[in-house]
Protein backbone atom coordinates (compact mmCIF):
# COMPACT_ATOMS: atom_id res chain seq x y z
CA UNK A 1 0.00 0.00 0.00
CA UNK A 2 2.92 2.53 0.69
CA UNK A 3 4.46 1.84 -2.39
CA UNK A 4 1.49 2.36 -4.64
CA UNK A 5 0.64 5.58 -2.46
CA UNK A 6 3.64 7.02 -3.26
CA UNK A 7 3.21 5.87 -6.74
CA UNK A 8 0.06 7.95 -7.39
CA UNK A 9 1.35 11.16 -5.44
CA UNK A 10 4.70 11.23 -8.09
CA UNK A 11 2.05 10.78 -10.87
CA UNK A 12 -0.32 13.53 -9.54
CA UNK A 13 2.83 15.71 -8.79
CA UNK A 14 3.54 15.50 -12.79
CA UNK A 15 0.35 15.93 -14.27
CA UNK A 16 -0.74 19.10 -12.00
CA UNK A 17 1.29 21.87 -10.76
CA UNK A 18 0.94 20.55 -7.08
CA UNK A 19 2.56 22.14 -4.31
CA UNK A 20 4.32 20.62 -1.21
CA UNK A 21 1.20 22.17 0.91
CA UNK A 22 -1.19 20.61 -2.02
CA UNK A 23 0.54 17.16 -1.97
CA UNK A 24 0.60 17.25 2.35
CA UNK A 25 -3.15 17.85 2.23
CA UNK A 26 -3.96 14.62 -0.33
CA UNK A 27 -1.37 12.91 1.73
CA UNK A 28 -3.03 13.62 5.07
CA UNK A 29 -6.82 12.74 3.69
CA UNK A 30 -6.14 9.69 2.38
CA UNK A 31 -4.03 8.52 4.87
CA UNK A 32 -6.55 8.95 7.29
CA UNK A 33 -9.52 6.93 5.27
CA UNK A 34 -6.77 4.15 5.19
CA UNK A 35 -6.07 4.21 8.93
CA UNK A 36 -9.95 4.42 9.49
CA UNK A 37 -10.88 1.36 7.55
CA UNK A 38 -8.30 -0.96 8.77
CA UNK A 39 -8.82 0.17 12.13
CA UNK A 40 -12.00 -1.38 12.54
CA UNK A 41 -11.84 -4.14 10.66
CA UNK A 42 -11.37 -6.32 12.99
CA UNK A 43 -14.76 -5.19 14.80
CA UNK A 44 -17.01 -5.19 11.33
CA UNK A 45 -15.32 -8.99 10.03
CA UNK A 46 -16.77 -9.99 13.56
CA UNK A 47 -20.39 -10.74 11.62
CA UNK A 48 -22.78 -10.25 9.28
CA UNK A 49 -24.31 -7.68 11.33
CA UNK A 50 -21.40 -5.72 11.86
CA UNK A 51 -20.09 -5.67 8.34
CA UNK A 52 -23.32 -4.36 7.07
CA UNK A 53 -25.34 -2.53 9.60
CA UNK A 54 -22.69 -1.96 12.51
CA UNK A 55 -24.65 -3.57 15.67
CA UNK A 56 -27.34 -1.12 14.94
CA UNK A 57 -26.08 1.15 17.53
CA UNK A 58 -25.14 4.30 15.10
CA UNK A 59 -26.24 7.96 16.63
CA UNK A 60 -28.75 10.29 14.46
CA UNK A 61 -25.88 12.87 13.84
CA UNK A 62 -23.12 10.51 12.55
CA UNK A 63 -26.16 8.73 10.42
CA UNK A 64 -27.38 11.99 9.16
CA UNK A 65 -23.87 13.03 7.96
CA UNK A 66 -22.87 9.62 6.52
CA UNK A 67 -26.17 10.25 3.92
CA UNK A 68 -25.29 13.57 3.49
CA UNK A 69 -21.34 12.43 2.22
CA UNK A 70 -22.96 9.85 0.49
CA UNK A 71 -24.96 12.01 -1.65
CA UNK A 72 -21.87 14.43 -1.95
CA UNK A 73 -20.53 12.44 -4.91
CA UNK A 74 -18.48 13.52 -7.80
CA UNK A 75 -21.12 13.04 -10.26
CA UNK A 76 -23.21 15.57 -8.24
CA UNK A 77 -21.89 19.26 -8.93
CA UNK A 78 -21.80 17.63 -12.49
CA UNK A 79 -24.95 17.09 -12.60
CA UNK A 80 -26.21 20.37 -11.07
CA UNK A 81 -23.92 21.81 -13.28
CA UNK A 82 -25.37 20.27 -16.34
CA UNK A 83 -28.83 21.13 -15.48
CA UNK A 84 -27.88 24.95 -15.07
CA UNK A 85 -25.99 25.23 -17.95
CA UNK A 86 -28.99 23.96 -20.43
CA UNK A 87 -32.00 24.84 -18.04
CA UNK A 88 -31.03 27.32 -15.57
CA UNK A 89 -31.26 27.01 -12.01
CA UNK A 90 -35.06 26.21 -12.08
CA UNK A 91 -34.15 22.98 -14.00
CA UNK A 92 -32.81 21.80 -10.38
CA UNK A 93 -36.76 21.11 -9.17
CA UNK A 94 -36.13 17.90 -11.37
CA UNK A 95 -34.18 16.55 -8.28
CA UNK A 96 -35.45 19.29 -5.76
CA UNK A 97 -38.96 18.21 -5.99
CA UNK A 98 -37.99 14.49 -4.28
CA UNK A 99 -37.76 16.41 -0.55
CA UNK A 100 -41.35 15.39 -0.02
CA UNK A 101 -40.34 11.61 -0.48
CA UNK A 102 -37.46 12.44 1.81
CA UNK A 103 -39.74 14.08 4.36
CA UNK A 104 -42.32 11.15 4.28
CA UNK A 105 -39.94 8.84 4.82
CA UNK A 106 -38.89 11.43 8.19
CA UNK A 107 -42.04 11.40 9.38
CA UNK A 108 -44.04 8.54 8.55
CA UNK A 109 -41.72 5.99 7.44
CA UNK A 110 -38.10 6.06 9.37
CA UNK A 111 -39.81 4.80 12.61
CA UNK A 112 -41.86 1.79 10.52
CA UNK A 113 -38.40 0.48 8.98
CA UNK A 114 -37.04 0.83 12.90
CA UNK A 115 -39.78 -1.48 13.93
CA UNK A 116 -39.31 -3.90 11.00
CA UNK A 117 -35.67 -4.63 12.76
CA UNK A 118 -34.80 -6.04 8.99
CA UNK A 119 -31.37 -6.28 8.24
CA UNK A 120 -31.82 -5.00 4.37
CA UNK A 121 -34.90 -3.37 2.89
CA UNK A 122 -35.28 -6.58 0.94
CA UNK A 123 -35.51 -8.74 4.11
CA UNK A 124 -38.61 -6.44 4.18
CA UNK A 125 -40.41 -8.91 1.22
CA UNK A 126 -41.02 -11.65 3.05
CA UNK A 127 -42.23 -10.19 6.30
CA UNK A 128 -45.07 -8.24 4.44
CA UNK A 129 -45.72 -10.61 1.95
CA UNK A 130 -46.43 -14.54 1.93
CA UNK A 131 -45.39 -17.39 -0.01
CA UNK A 132 -43.30 -17.98 -3.44
CA UNK A 133 -44.25 -14.10 -4.65
CA UNK A 134 -42.30 -12.66 -1.40
CA UNK A 135 -39.23 -14.81 -1.90
CA UNK A 136 -39.49 -14.18 -5.56
CA UNK A 137 -39.12 -10.50 -5.00
CA UNK A 138 -36.55 -10.49 -2.31
CA UNK A 139 -33.73 -12.73 -4.46
CA UNK A 140 -34.42 -10.69 -7.47
CA UNK A 141 -34.62 -6.90 -6.73
CA UNK A 142 -31.59 -7.63 -4.46
CA UNK A 143 -30.03 -8.51 -7.94
CA UNK A 144 -32.09 -6.16 -9.93
CA UNK A 145 -31.80 -2.96 -7.46
CA UNK A 146 -28.00 -4.44 -6.00
CA UNK A 147 -26.49 -4.88 -8.70
CA UNK A 148 -27.83 -3.88 -11.83
CA UNK A 149 -29.06 -0.49 -10.70
CA UNK A 150 -26.50 -0.12 -8.05
CA UNK A 151 -24.21 -0.18 -11.23
CA UNK A 152 -25.61 2.06 -12.77
CA UNK A 153 -25.63 4.76 -10.03
CA UNK A 154 -21.89 4.04 -8.98
CA UNK A 155 -20.80 3.92 -13.31
CA UNK A 156 -22.46 7.58 -13.31
CA UNK A 157 -20.47 8.70 -10.20
CA UNK A 158 -17.33 6.98 -12.14
CA UNK A 159 -18.24 8.67 -14.83
CA UNK A 160 -17.80 12.30 -13.27
CA UNK A 161 -14.24 11.11 -11.87
CA UNK A 162 -13.12 10.35 -15.19
CA UNK A 163 -13.99 13.68 -15.99
CA UNK A 164 -12.40 15.59 -13.57
CA UNK A 165 -8.94 13.13 -13.77
CA UNK A 166 -8.50 13.71 -17.93
CA UNK A 167 -9.59 17.62 -16.95
CA UNK A 168 -7.53 18.46 -14.12
CA UNK A 169 -4.70 15.35 -13.62
CA UNK A 170 -4.56 14.56 -17.63
CA UNK A 171 -5.21 10.73 -16.69
CA UNK A 172 -6.85 8.77 -19.32
CA UNK A 173 -9.95 7.34 -17.93
CA UNK A 174 -8.32 3.46 -16.87
CA UNK A 175 -5.94 5.26 -14.69
CA UNK A 176 -8.69 7.32 -12.77
CA UNK A 177 -10.18 4.09 -12.20
CA UNK A 178 -7.33 2.71 -10.51
CA UNK A 179 -6.00 5.47 -9.09
CA UNK A 180 -9.49 6.49 -7.29
CA UNK A 181 -10.72 3.19 -7.02
CA UNK A 182 -7.68 1.27 -5.52
CA UNK A 183 -7.69 3.23 -2.12
CA UNK A 184 -11.98 3.26 -2.00
CA UNK A 185 -12.33 -0.59 -2.49
CA UNK A 186 -9.73 -1.26 -0.02
CA UNK A 187 -11.18 0.31 2.91
CA UNK A 188 -14.80 -0.62 1.97
CA UNK A 189 -13.63 -4.33 1.44
CA UNK A 190 -12.08 -3.69 5.22
CA UNK A 191 -14.05 -2.19 7.32
CA UNK A 192 -17.63 -2.49 6.12
CA UNK A 193 -20.41 -0.30 7.03
CA UNK A 194 -19.02 1.08 10.32
CA UNK A 195 -15.49 2.13 8.24
CA UNK A 196 -17.55 2.91 5.40
CA UNK A 197 -20.05 5.52 7.97
CA UNK A 198 -16.38 6.39 10.28
CA UNK A 199 -14.69 7.82 6.95
CA UNK A 200 -18.18 9.61 5.83
CA UNK A 201 -17.84 11.94 8.45
CA UNK A 202 -13.90 13.11 7.92
CA UNK A 203 -15.48 13.12 3.98
CA UNK A 204 -18.60 15.49 4.58
CA UNK A 205 -16.14 18.53 6.18
CA UNK A 206 -13.34 17.73 3.01
CA UNK A 207 -15.81 18.08 0.75
CA UNK A 208 -18.29 20.78 2.46
CA UNK A 209 -14.78 23.23 2.64
CA UNK A 210 -13.44 22.25 -0.64
CA UNK A 211 -16.67 23.12 -2.84
CA UNK A 212 -17.40 26.69 -0.81
CA UNK A 213 -13.61 27.77 -1.43
CA UNK A 214 -14.00 26.93 -4.87
CA UNK A 215 -17.31 28.73 -5.15
CA UNK A 216 -16.10 31.94 -3.44
CA UNK A 217 -12.72 31.70 -5.25
CA UNK A 218 -13.95 30.97 -9.07
CA UNK A 219 -16.79 33.62 -8.83
CA UNK A 220 -14.18 36.28 -7.82
CA UNK A 221 -11.97 35.10 -10.86
CA UNK A 222 -10.92 38.28 -12.95
CA UNK A 223 -12.94 36.82 -16.09
CA UNK A 224 -16.28 36.69 -13.49
CA UNK A 225 -15.82 39.91 -11.61
CA UNK A 226 -17.43 38.59 -8.54
CA UNK A 227 -21.30 37.92 -7.67
CA UNK A 228 -22.64 41.06 -8.71
CA UNK A 229 -20.90 40.99 -12.39
CA UNK A 230 -21.51 37.36 -12.71
CA UNK A 231 -25.48 38.22 -11.84
CA UNK A 232 -25.34 40.84 -14.49
CA UNK A 233 -23.58 39.28 -17.08
CA UNK A 234 -25.85 38.11 -20.37
CA UNK A 235 -24.62 34.72 -20.49
CA UNK A 236 -26.61 34.16 -17.39
CA UNK A 237 -29.54 36.58 -17.64
CA UNK A 238 -31.67 33.54 -18.51
CA UNK A 239 -30.38 31.42 -15.82
CA UNK A 240 -30.76 32.69 -12.51
CA UNK A 241 -34.16 32.43 -11.69
CA UNK A 242 -35.03 29.77 -8.80
CA UNK A 243 -38.50 29.06 -10.21
CA UNK A 244 -38.76 28.30 -14.01
CA UNK A 245 -40.85 31.10 -16.21
CA UNK A 246 -44.53 30.27 -16.18
CA UNK A 247 -44.92 32.06 -19.42
CA UNK A 248 -43.37 28.97 -21.67
CA UNK A 249 -45.22 25.31 -20.76
CA UNK A 250 -42.79 24.07 -22.33
CA UNK A 251 -40.15 25.07 -19.26
CA UNK A 252 -42.60 25.08 -16.26
CA UNK A 253 -44.21 21.81 -16.78
CA UNK A 254 -41.50 19.74 -17.52
CA UNK A 255 -38.99 21.64 -14.99
CA UNK A 256 -41.77 22.23 -12.02
CA UNK A 257 -45.40 20.61 -12.83
CA UNK A 258 -44.08 17.04 -13.54
CA UNK A 259 -41.60 16.82 -10.64
CA UNK A 260 -44.13 18.32 -8.18
CA UNK A 261 -47.17 16.84 -9.20
CA UNK A 262 -46.05 13.66 -10.57
CA UNK A 263 -42.39 12.38 -9.73
CA UNK A 264 -41.54 12.70 -6.46
CA UNK A 265 -44.04 10.26 -5.37
CA UNK A 266 -43.82 7.72 -8.23
CA UNK A 267 -40.81 7.28 -9.29
CA UNK A 268 -37.52 5.11 -8.08
CA UNK A 269 -34.65 6.57 -7.39
CA UNK A 270 -31.49 6.00 -5.47
CA UNK A 271 -31.60 7.68 -2.26
CA UNK A 272 -35.06 9.18 -2.62
CA UNK A 273 -37.21 6.41 -2.82
CA UNK A 274 -40.79 6.69 -1.88
CA UNK A 275 -41.08 4.86 1.96
CA UNK A 276 -37.69 5.13 1.98
CA UNK A 277 -35.49 2.40 1.09
CA UNK A 278 -31.99 1.50 -0.37
CA UNK A 279 -28.67 3.04 1.89
CA UNK A 280 -31.27 5.58 3.12
CA UNK A 281 -32.93 2.78 4.90
CA UNK A 282 -29.68 0.92 5.81
CA UNK A 283 -28.66 3.81 7.79
CA UNK A 284 -32.62 3.96 9.28
CA UNK A 285 -31.78 0.11 10.13
CA UNK A 286 -28.44 0.89 11.75
CA UNK A 287 -29.38 3.80 13.87
CA UNK A 288 -29.98 3.57 18.12
CA UNK A 289 -33.72 3.53 18.05
CA UNK A 290 -36.59 5.37 16.10
CA UNK A 291 -35.95 8.47 17.03
CA UNK A 292 -31.80 8.21 16.28
CA UNK A 293 -33.48 7.08 12.84
CA UNK A 294 -35.77 9.86 12.34
CA UNK A 295 -33.04 12.66 13.43
CA UNK A 296 -30.47 11.26 10.68
CA UNK A 297 -32.64 11.69 7.93
CA UNK A 298 -34.39 14.99 8.91
CA UNK A 299 -30.77 16.43 9.09
CA UNK A 300 -29.75 14.97 5.78
CA UNK A 301 -32.59 16.15 4.24
CA UNK A 302 -31.90 19.95 5.83
CA UNK A 303 -28.58 19.96 4.86
CA UNK A 304 -29.08 18.03 0.63
CA UNK A 305 -31.49 20.61 -0.24
CA UNK A 306 -31.57 23.47 1.39
CA UNK A 307 -28.03 24.93 2.08
CA UNK A 308 -25.65 22.26 -0.07
CA UNK A 309 -26.37 22.78 -3.52
CA UNK A 310 -25.42 26.84 -3.84
CA UNK A 311 -21.74 26.46 -4.11
CA UNK A 312 -22.31 24.03 -7.15
CA UNK A 313 -24.78 26.29 -8.54
CA UNK A 314 -22.46 29.27 -8.15
CA UNK A 315 -19.69 27.77 -10.09
CA UNK A 316 -21.67 26.13 -12.94
CA UNK A 317 -23.25 29.87 -13.37
CA UNK A 318 -19.52 30.97 -13.15
CA UNK A 319 -18.57 28.12 -15.83
CA UNK A 320 -21.04 30.18 -18.76
CA UNK A 321 -18.71 33.37 -18.24
CA UNK A 322 -15.68 31.20 -18.44
CA UNK A 323 -17.04 28.33 -21.13
CA UNK A 324 -20.39 29.44 -22.71
CA UNK A 325 -20.51 26.24 -24.55
CA UNK A 326 -19.04 23.06 -25.35
CA UNK A 327 -16.52 24.16 -27.91
CA UNK A 328 -14.78 26.70 -25.73
CA UNK A 329 -14.18 23.94 -23.07
CA UNK A 330 -13.01 21.37 -26.01
CA UNK A 331 -10.74 24.60 -27.57
CA UNK A 332 -9.44 24.80 -23.73
CA UNK A 333 -8.93 21.10 -23.32
CA UNK A 334 -8.51 19.43 -26.73
CA UNK A 335 -7.19 16.26 -25.09
CA UNK A 336 -10.75 15.61 -23.98
CA UNK A 337 -12.00 12.57 -25.47
CA UNK A 338 -15.03 13.08 -28.29
CA UNK A 339 -17.12 10.41 -25.94
CA UNK A 340 -16.76 12.55 -22.87
CA UNK A 341 -17.54 15.64 -24.03
CA UNK A 342 -20.57 17.06 -22.36
CA UNK A 343 -22.08 20.61 -20.12
CA UNK A 344 -20.90 18.76 -16.93
CA UNK A 345 -17.54 18.98 -18.10
CA UNK A 346 -17.51 22.80 -17.29
CA UNK A 347 -17.68 21.92 -13.52
CA UNK A 348 -13.81 20.52 -13.88
CA UNK A 349 -12.89 22.48 -15.97
CA UNK A 350 -13.30 25.52 -14.08
CA UNK A 351 -11.62 23.88 -10.88
CA UNK A 352 -8.36 23.89 -12.62
CA UNK A 353 -8.34 27.54 -12.27
CA UNK A 354 -7.87 27.42 -8.44
CA UNK A 355 -4.47 28.37 -6.84
CA UNK A 356 -2.22 25.91 -4.99
CA UNK A 357 -3.16 25.12 -1.66
CA UNK A 358 -7.22 25.20 -2.26
CA UNK A 359 -6.03 23.01 -5.11
CA UNK A 360 -5.38 20.78 -3.10
CA UNK A 361 -8.32 21.22 -0.32
CA UNK A 362 -10.04 20.58 -3.73
CA UNK A 363 -8.43 17.17 -5.29
CA UNK A 364 -8.95 15.62 -1.76
CA UNK A 365 -12.53 17.10 -1.24
CA UNK A 366 -13.41 15.59 -4.86
CA UNK A 367 -11.47 12.05 -3.86
CA UNK A 368 -14.15 12.39 -0.20
CA UNK A 369 -17.05 13.03 -2.69
CA UNK A 370 -16.10 9.78 -5.04
CA UNK A 371 -14.87 7.75 -1.89
CA UNK A 372 -17.95 8.31 0.00
CA UNK A 373 -20.81 7.55 -2.36
CA UNK A 374 -18.61 4.58 -3.84
CA UNK A 375 -17.74 2.61 -0.58
CA UNK A 376 -21.78 3.32 0.60
CA UNK A 377 -23.11 1.86 -2.80
CA UNK A 378 -20.49 -1.23 -2.42
CA UNK A 379 -21.54 -1.99 0.82
CA UNK A 380 -25.04 -1.86 0.10
CA UNK A 381 -25.20 -3.47 -3.31
CA UNK A 382 -22.86 -6.16 -1.06
CA UNK A 383 -25.51 -6.35 1.81
CA UNK A 384 -28.27 -7.00 -0.58
CA UNK A 385 -26.43 -9.84 -2.49
CA UNK A 386 -24.93 -11.37 0.76
CA UNK A 387 -28.30 -11.16 3.22
CA UNK A 388 -31.01 -11.31 0.31
CA UNK A 389 -29.49 -13.56 -2.78
CA UNK A 390 -26.47 -15.83 -1.26
CA UNK A 391 -28.15 -16.58 2.06
CA UNK A 392 -31.08 -17.06 0.92
CA UNK A 393 -30.84 -18.88 -2.60
CA UNK A 394 -27.54 -20.26 -2.48
CA UNK A 395 -26.16 -21.21 1.23
CA UNK A 396 -28.92 -20.64 4.19
CA UNK A 397 -26.18 -22.64 6.28
CA UNK A 398 -23.22 -20.09 5.61
CA UNK A 399 -21.65 -18.97 8.86
CA UNK A 400 -20.67 -15.88 9.90
CA UNK A 401 -17.13 -16.05 8.40
CA UNK A 402 -18.45 -16.89 4.92
CA UNK A 403 -20.97 -14.06 4.34
CA UNK A 404 -18.13 -11.81 5.69
CA UNK A 405 -15.86 -13.33 2.83
CA UNK A 406 -18.86 -13.42 0.26
CA UNK A 407 -19.57 -10.04 1.19
CA UNK A 408 -15.71 -8.50 0.64
CA UNK A 409 -15.69 -10.75 -2.85
CA UNK A 410 -19.25 -9.00 -4.12
CA UNK A 411 -17.57 -5.75 -3.28
CA UNK A 412 -14.77 -5.65 -5.35
CA UNK A 413 -16.92 -7.65 -8.37
CA UNK A 414 -19.43 -4.37 -8.30
CA UNK A 415 -16.49 -1.57 -8.70
CA UNK A 416 -15.20 -3.93 -11.55
CA UNK A 417 -18.49 -3.96 -13.47
CA UNK A 418 -19.22 -0.34 -12.40
CA UNK A 419 -16.28 0.70 -13.86
CA UNK A 420 -16.24 -1.17 -17.06
CA UNK A 421 -19.70 0.32 -17.58
CA UNK A 422 -18.97 4.32 -16.77
CA UNK A 423 -16.32 3.59 -20.16
CA UNK A 424 -19.53 3.82 -21.86
CA UNK A 425 -21.24 6.48 -20.63
CA UNK A 426 -21.63 10.11 -22.20
CA UNK A 427 -23.08 13.06 -19.13
CA UNK A 428 -24.76 12.64 -15.78
CA UNK A 429 -28.04 13.84 -16.99
CA UNK A 430 -28.21 11.21 -19.62
CA UNK A 431 -27.95 8.51 -16.94
CA UNK A 432 -29.92 10.29 -14.15
CA UNK A 433 -33.13 10.35 -16.77
CA UNK A 434 -32.80 6.94 -17.59
CA UNK A 435 -32.89 5.72 -13.77
CA UNK A 436 -35.46 7.80 -13.23
CA UNK A 437 -37.51 6.78 -15.99
CA UNK A 438 -37.00 2.94 -15.28
CA UNK A 439 -38.54 3.38 -11.88
CA UNK A 440 -41.84 5.64 -13.05
CA UNK A 441 -44.74 4.45 -11.35
CA UNK A 442 -43.67 1.88 -9.24
CA UNK A 443 -43.01 4.77 -5.95
CA UNK A 444 -46.86 4.78 -5.16
CA UNK A 445 -46.76 1.35 -4.28
CA UNK A 446 -43.55 1.52 -2.07
CA UNK A 447 -45.62 4.07 -0.42
CA UNK A 448 -48.98 2.52 0.04
CA UNK A 449 -47.55 -1.18 0.64
CA UNK A 450 -46.91 -0.17 4.36
CA UNK A 451 -50.84 1.17 4.60
CA UNK A 452 -53.17 -1.38 2.97
CA UNK A 453 -53.21 -4.95 3.27
CA UNK A 454 -54.45 -5.41 -0.41
CA UNK A 455 -51.33 -4.75 -1.83
CA UNK A 456 -49.13 -7.69 -2.24
CA UNK A 457 -45.92 -8.81 -4.33
CA UNK A 458 -47.71 -9.09 -7.38
CA UNK A 459 -48.29 -5.29 -7.26
CA UNK A 460 -44.78 -4.99 -7.55
CA UNK A 461 -43.59 -7.56 -9.84
CA UNK A 462 -45.95 -5.99 -12.63
CA UNK A 463 -45.09 -2.44 -11.59
CA UNK A 464 -41.21 -3.38 -11.79
CA UNK A 465 -41.64 -5.26 -15.07
CA UNK A 466 -44.41 -2.86 -16.86
CA UNK A 467 -42.19 0.24 -16.41
CA UNK A 468 -39.19 -1.26 -17.44
CA UNK A 469 -40.81 -2.39 -20.30
CA UNK A 470 -42.97 0.82 -21.59
CA UNK A 471 -39.60 2.71 -20.67
CA UNK A 472 -37.52 0.93 -23.07
CA UNK A 473 -40.14 1.11 -25.60
CA UNK A 474 -41.25 5.36 -25.09
CA UNK A 475 -37.58 5.61 -24.88
CA UNK A 476 -35.62 3.27 -27.61
CA UNK A 477 -37.85 3.01 -30.54
CA UNK A 478 -39.90 5.07 -33.53
CA UNK A 479 -43.08 4.50 -31.04
CA UNK A 480 -41.95 7.06 -28.62
CA UNK A 481 -40.91 9.62 -30.87
CA UNK A 482 -44.57 9.14 -32.71
CA UNK A 483 -46.36 9.83 -29.51
CA UNK A 484 -43.81 12.14 -27.79
CA UNK A 485 -41.45 14.25 -29.23
CA UNK A 486 -41.76 18.22 -30.61
CA UNK A 487 -43.01 16.44 -33.95
CA UNK A 488 -44.82 14.22 -32.70
CA UNK A 489 -48.69 13.75 -30.76
CA UNK A 490 -47.93 14.72 -27.64
CA UNK A 491 -45.37 17.13 -26.14
CA UNK A 492 -41.89 15.03 -24.64
CA UNK A 493 -43.13 16.39 -21.12
CA UNK A 494 -46.30 14.21 -21.00
CA UNK A 495 -44.16 10.64 -21.66
CA UNK A 496 -42.66 10.44 -17.90
CA UNK A 497 -46.39 10.70 -16.62
CA UNK A 498 -47.70 8.76 -19.40
CA UNK A 499 -45.27 5.72 -17.90
CA UNK A 500 -46.51 6.73 -14.18
CA UNK A 501 -50.12 6.76 -15.32
CA UNK A 502 -50.17 2.87 -17.63
CA UNK A 503 -47.60 1.61 -14.82
CA UNK A 504 -50.22 2.37 -12.26
CA UNK A 505 -53.30 1.14 -14.09
CA UNK A 506 -51.96 -2.36 -14.36
CA UNK A 507 -50.51 -2.96 -11.04
CA UNK A 508 -53.93 -1.83 -9.71
CA UNK A 509 -55.40 -4.33 -12.12
CA UNK A 510 -53.20 -7.23 -11.19
CA UNK A 511 -53.57 -6.45 -7.74
CA UNK A 512 -57.15 -6.86 -7.65
CA UNK A 513 -56.83 -10.00 -9.86
CA UNK A 514 -54.72 -11.85 -7.89
CA UNK A 515 -55.42 -13.58 -4.42
CA UNK A 516 -54.35 -11.33 -1.35
CA UNK A 517 -51.45 -12.09 1.07
CA UNK A 518 -52.32 -14.41 4.07
CA UNK A 519 -53.76 -13.28 6.72
CA UNK A 520 -51.26 -14.78 9.07
CA UNK A 521 -48.44 -12.96 7.66
CA UNK A 522 -50.34 -9.71 7.51
CA UNK A 523 -51.16 -9.86 11.03
CA UNK A 524 -47.88 -10.73 11.77
CA UNK A 525 -46.57 -7.62 9.79
CA UNK A 526 -48.84 -5.37 11.42
CA UNK A 527 -47.83 -7.21 14.97
CA UNK A 528 -44.23 -5.74 14.01
CA UNK A 529 -44.21 -2.46 12.33
CA UNK A 530 -47.98 -1.40 13.72
CA UNK A 531 -48.20 0.80 10.40
CA UNK A 532 -52.35 1.72 11.95
CA UNK A 533 -54.63 3.17 9.86
CA UNK A 534 -58.16 2.51 8.20
CA UNK A 535 -56.03 0.57 5.46
CA UNK A 536 -55.36 -2.41 7.94
CA UNK A 537 -58.98 -2.39 9.32
CA UNK A 538 -59.71 -5.49 7.97
CA UNK A 539 -56.79 -7.60 9.36
CA UNK A 540 -57.37 -5.78 12.53
CA UNK A 541 -60.80 -7.30 13.23
CA UNK A 542 -59.33 -10.43 11.92
CA UNK A 543 -56.61 -10.32 14.31
CA UNK A 544 -59.15 -9.06 16.88
CA UNK A 545 -60.92 -12.36 16.46
CA UNK A 546 -58.42 -14.35 16.81
CA UNK A 547 -57.51 -12.36 19.96
CA UNK A 548 -54.52 -10.66 19.07
CA UNK A 549 -53.84 -7.44 19.42
CA UNK A 550 -51.12 -5.16 17.40
CA UNK A 551 -50.40 -2.86 19.98
CA UNK A 552 -52.08 -2.44 23.53
CA UNK A 553 -50.31 0.54 24.04
CA UNK A 554 -51.60 3.20 21.70
CA UNK A 555 -55.42 1.81 21.58
CA UNK A 556 -56.67 4.98 22.93
CA UNK A 557 -53.80 7.27 20.55
CA UNK A 558 -54.93 8.59 17.01
CA UNK A 559 -53.59 7.08 13.96
CA UNK A 560 -50.27 9.24 13.89
CA UNK A 561 -49.81 9.63 9.63
CA UNK A 562 -51.99 12.14 8.75
CA UNK A 563 -50.37 14.31 11.34
CA UNK A 564 -46.97 12.98 9.77
CA UNK A 565 -48.25 14.15 6.37
CA UNK A 566 -48.57 17.63 7.83
CA UNK A 567 -45.37 17.91 9.53
CA UNK A 568 -43.75 16.56 6.05
CA UNK A 569 -45.43 19.67 4.34
CA UNK A 570 -44.21 22.68 7.24
CA UNK A 571 -41.02 20.94 6.24
CA UNK A 572 -40.95 21.02 3.17
CA UNK A 573 -42.13 24.62 2.94
CA UNK A 574 -39.52 25.61 5.70
CA UNK A 575 -36.61 23.98 3.36
CA UNK A 576 -37.83 25.00 -0.08
CA UNK A 577 -38.00 28.85 2.03
CA UNK A 578 -34.48 28.50 3.53
CA UNK A 579 -33.88 27.33 -0.05
CA UNK A 580 -34.87 30.58 -1.70
CA UNK A 581 -33.39 32.74 1.02
CA UNK A 582 -30.03 31.21 0.57
CA UNK A 583 -30.17 31.98 -3.44
CA UNK A 584 -31.62 35.72 -3.14
CA UNK A 585 -29.08 36.58 -0.49
CA UNK A 586 -26.56 34.94 -2.95
CA UNK A 587 -27.75 37.01 -5.63
CA UNK A 588 -27.93 40.13 -3.11
CA UNK A 589 -31.93 40.66 -2.73
CA UNK A 590 -31.89 41.64 0.58
CA UNK A 591 -35.53 41.99 0.66
CA UNK A 592 -36.53 39.04 -0.53
CA UNK A 593 -33.66 36.74 1.41
CA UNK A 594 -35.39 37.93 4.36
CA UNK A 595 -38.95 37.62 3.18
CA UNK A 596 -38.12 33.92 2.35
CA UNK A 597 -36.28 33.84 6.12
CA UNK A 598 -39.18 34.96 7.73
CA UNK A 599 -41.72 32.42 5.72
CA UNK A 600 -39.09 29.48 6.78
CA UNK A 601 -38.79 30.84 10.28
CA UNK A 602 -42.59 30.73 10.64
CA UNK A 603 -43.14 27.23 9.12
CA UNK A 604 -40.08 25.55 11.09
CA UNK A 605 -41.97 26.92 13.83
CA UNK A 606 -45.12 25.13 13.10
CA UNK A 607 -43.00 21.91 12.12
CA UNK A 608 -41.46 22.33 15.59
CA UNK A 609 -45.24 22.45 16.95
CA UNK A 610 -46.43 19.78 15.41
CA UNK A 611 -43.75 17.49 15.42
CA UNK A 612 -43.75 17.38 19.63
CA UNK A 613 -47.47 16.30 19.07
CA UNK A 614 -46.66 13.75 17.09
CA UNK A 615 -43.99 12.36 19.17
CA UNK A 616 -46.54 11.81 21.83
CA UNK A 617 -48.44 9.79 18.79
CA UNK A 618 -45.88 7.85 18.40
Known sequence: LNFYYLILIQQLTFMIDLSFLDLAIIAAFFSATLFVGFYVSKKSSSSSSEYFLSGRNMPWWLLGISMV?????TDTPNLVTDIVRNNGVSGNWVWWAFLFTGLLTVFVYAKLWRRSDVSTDMEFYELRYSGWGGKFLRGFRAIYLGVIFNVMAMAGVTLAAIKIGEIMLGLDPVETILYAG??????????????????????????????????????????????????????????????????DPNLYIPLLIVPLAVQWWSSWYPGAEPGGGGYIAQRMLAAKNENHAIGATFFFNVMHYALRPWPWIIVALASLVVFPDISSIQEAFPNISEDKLGQDLAYPAMLTKLPSGLLGIVVASLGAAFMSTISTHLNWGSSYIVNDFYKQQINKDASEKELVNIGRISTVSLFVLSSLFALLLTNSLQLFEVILMFGAGTGLIFILRWFWWRINAWSEISAMFVSGFISIVLNFTYLGDYLFSDTGLFESYYKFPAVVLVTTLIWLIVTFLTKPDTTETLINFCKKTNPGGPGWERIKIEAESQNISFDTKSKDKKWSVPLGILCMLFGSFAIYSILFSTGYFIYGEINNGISFLTIGIVFSYALKYNWNKLNKLN
Open 69 to 73: ATTFS
Open 182 to 247: SITVIFSTVGGFRGVVYTDFILFFAAMVGSIGAAYYLVNLPEVGGMTNLISNQNISDKLSILPSFD
